[in-house]
């Protein structure tokens, strides 16, 4: 596609509930983030892929939170046993290349609140 | 671990004010260095970046940035801003040595005022 889609865009989820948030990254892109967007904060890293490297899962808050990626492009973010906490909007970013040297390129992103 | 610092949260400007707002980071190896902007209700995107060069990096809507090693520092800069320009902004170093890990600063807010 011409870029990141993510999905869905909104979602609301009860208190101990797991959901599942999707990433599609530009076709051909190597690297994947995930980032949280909280209220008045800034970008916080939760864990980037890199090609068919072991993923970079150390900003991810709790072990709640599991993201993989399949086949190097889509990828989904797990969050088990949602909390209040959890609300925020993630944010997908992906990379042509791991440098970065040709931009990342943000997806609009999933808010997501946990009532 | 490496982190990076913006250290005006808020920022209030009349219209053809100048603006400068600070980046910091702490990692004393390669870094290749980024500011992103993000307009009420829309996507991240990129204003500039440094990789190599010429510190004094040219971005689009008349931003620029200097990088200053000693220091750092990744400062933004417009010398006229407009009331388009009210955004968040937020500064990001992916470091060399950490597979290009890339990391946020916590961004800035900037209100223009017409």
């Known amino acids: 596609g011409a870029g990141v889609s993510q999905s869905p865009s909104n979602k609301v989820t009860e208190k101990g509930k797991d959901v599942e948030l999707r990433c599609d990254p530009i076709?051909?892109?190597?690297?994947l983030y995930w980032y949280r967007q909280s209220l008045g904060q800034g970008l916080e890293f939760l864990i980037y892929?890199?090609?068919?490297?072991?993923?970079?899962k150390s900003g991810l808050p709790s072990d709640r939170f599991s993201a993989e990626r399949t086949g190097g492009s889509v990828s989904t973010l797990t969050i088990q046993r949602t909390q209040q906490e959890d609300s925020a909007v993630y944010l997908c970013?992906?990379?042509?290349?791991?440098?970065?040297?040709?931009?990342?390129?943000f997806g609009s992103g999933t808010r997501l609140t946990v009532v | 671990a490496q982190s990076v610092s913006q250290h005006n949260h808020h920022v209030i400007l009349s219209e053809a004010a100048s603006l400068e707002l600070g980046c910091n980071y702490s990692?004393?190896?390669?870094?290749?260095l980024f500011w992103y902007v993000q307009y009420p209700g829309q996507h991240l995107q990129l204003l500039l970046k440094?990789?190599?060069?010429?510190?004094l990096v040219k971005g689009i809507k008349g931003f620029e940035a200097e990088f200053i090693k000693s220091k750092f520092s990744f400062n933004l800069r417009k010398p006229s801003v407009q009331w388009s320009d009210t955004a968040e902004y937020f500064c990001?170093?992916?470091?060399?040595?950490?597979?290009?890990?890339?990391?946020f600063g916590s961004g800035t807010r900037l209100l223009v005022r017409p």
């Open positions: 440094y990789f190599s060069g010429d510190p």
């Open positions: 990692y004393g190896g390669t870094v290749n």
């Open positions: 076709s051909g892109h190597t690297a």
């Open positions: 990001a170093v992916n470091d060399v040595d950490s597979s290009y890990k890339l990391i």
């Open positions: 970013a992906s990379s042509f290349s791991g440098t970065g040297s040709s931009g990342y390129t």
């Open positions: 892929f890199q090609g068919n490297s072991a993923p970079d």
